[in-house]
């Protein structure tokens, strides 16, 4: 065997494609410091896991007071749980919670906007047209048969009635992500009307103070200011934070899944119902005149 010289011929450095050139995880930042694309999504995950201890502490606590003692009795157990709680917190709760919860949702709310970005330049698009007239199908994206069942594409049991009617279905939103948008203005709603205007107002909440919401006469400050926000936010905020669970806790199984889902179903069922005995037991409404202040400045009354 020889080797044969061959005339060397020029390339055409215009040809080549400038994305091409650059790495795909070109650090950003300044130079005695750069932060890569990797770094900035596992630090914005991160703060969101940290995020969730406050939270992971104080839930149970206000959870079988709000979802669990109510639907037992109405009359007076939910106020005596609510003062035993209230003797165990400590002072600066209310500020922790809200710390973290504004944590939680802006490294959430980040991130999402990261990753936006990031698919938007990463698509592939034509010099005629802007986007592909053809949506991708995530199921030929994912192969594996795990990764297509994961609760990051169809959520925790799939399709919107679950494995009762043994229907997988994948969102493009999915569904722990979805409810946590749903759960940010309804908690910041609640937050401002049980504690943050009260507070201000020198008002004394309790559980009075919900029967007297959720019985008014009027109309905008009982289902407006009552029924359908704290509804929605028993149903939203329980699936967010019990799926959150299951994520963190890498139950990965459909089955396992489907148990945590009945779980959630279960627990919304028992906050809803107690959400009706409150609205049907008849209280002497102390401090009335207190309580619309709080919703006039709201614009409810």
Known sequence: ??????????IDSSSLNDDALKSQDEPVGIPLFPISKKWVSVSLRKVQYFSTFPMSLYFPLHGINTLLVPPISAGSAPDDVLMMVRELLPSFTTKLLVTSLCLHFGSGLILRIWHWINNYYAKPRSKSKKHSPTKTDVHFQLQDESERVSQRVIGLTGGLSGYFTGFKKSFSLPPQILSGYILAPLLTYHLYVMKLIPDELKTDVDFNYVKWILQNPNWQVKWIGGII??????????YHIFAGMCQYMGVKKLSSRRKWSNVITVVIASG????????KHLAPFVGSAEYEKVFQKIYLL
């Not at 926000?229 to 329980?238: A, E, F, H, K, R």
């Not at 809803?272 to 609205?279: M, Q, S, T, V």
């Open 1 to 10: 065997m020889t080797l044969q010289s061959v005339s060397p011929e020029p």
């Open 229 to 238: 926000p704290i509804t929605l936010l028993i149903g939203s905020g329980t």
């Open 272 to 279: 809803i119902f107690g959400l009706y005995r409150l609205g």
